[in-house]
């Protein structure tokens, strides 16, 4: 079974750009979250959604947004990019609700902002 | 306010060992404690996790100790091998009902690295 995919793998932009990241979840996984990691330190929530609606949001400021699809596929948008928005955007997928503590990642995207 | 705070930052073993990884945190709400670890340019990937009701768990060479009254966890790796040497996160979330449920909190991470 293929687990959490992300696209895309590595990608450069300059300051004051969008950028948009995108997740697969696992099948049949319908909570999807996502996590910032900056380089020597631990990932960093930045927002949860299940069933398209959103249910949990961390400490970023609103140049950050997601969307979650029908499909259950989610979209993480960054806007203005920073130098410090350079990171390791982390996608996690849950099978639901009530389970969405028990969380698996994907391999990340690699974001550099120069 | 870091709420999980994880020890050693860095940490070097013989093949054999076992190193030992503690973590702790101060939010009374957490009732799931997952490890992760995570090789260079990969997402990190659950290794063991444990609810407060139990003050240890074991899964084949992974072993997490909890202490509840201490607010302190730590893993443990038995017979430590040199495919071991990764980065580990110990993490921290609610379960449903309470709110959140799909936050988890990390700690900054130990790279280990066990020598042959």
């Known amino acids: 079974d293929a687990g959490v995919t992300q696209s895309p793998t590595h990608l450069i932009k300059t300051r004051g750009q969008q950028v948009t990241l995108r997740c697969s979840p696992i099948?049949?996984?319908?909570?999807v979250s996502w996590y910032q990691q900056v380089l020597g330190q631990g990932p960093q929530f930045i927002f949860q959604?299940?069933?398209?609606?959103?249910?949990g949001r961390g400490n970023f400021p609103d140049r950050f947004s997601a969307r979650q699809f029908p499909n259950y596929s989610s979209e993480l948008n960054v806007n203005a990019l920073l130098l410090g928005d350079s990171a390791l955007y982390l996608c996690?997928?849950?099978?639901?609700?009530?389970?969405?503590?028990?969380?698996?990642f994907g391999p990340g995207t690699r974001l550099t902002v120069t | 306010q870091q709420q999980v705070k994880q020890s050693p930052q860095s940490l070097i073993v013989q093949k054999g060992g076992i190193p030992i990884i503690n973590c702790a945190y101060e939010n009374t709400a957490f009732d799931y404690f997952p490890w992760y670890q995570q090789f260079p340019g990969k997402g990190p990937a659950l290794l063991i996790a444990?609810?407060?009701?139990?003050s240890e768990k074991k899964e084949g060479r992974f072993t997490i100790s909890f202490n509840k009254s201490a607010k302190q966890f730590s893993l443990h790796i038995m017979d430590s091998q040199p495919g071991d040497s990764a980065t580990y996160f110990c993490a921290a979330s609610p379960i449903p009902p309470r709110t959140n449920a799909g936050k988890s909190t990390f700690g900054d991470g130990t790279t280990l690295t066990v020598k042959p």
């Open positions: 444990i609810r407060p009701d139990v």
């Open positions: 099948s049949g996984h319908k909570s």
């Open positions: 959604y299940y069933e398209k609606e959103e249910r």
């Open positions: 996690a997928s849950s099978l639901g609700l009530d389970t969405s503590y028990e969380q698996y």
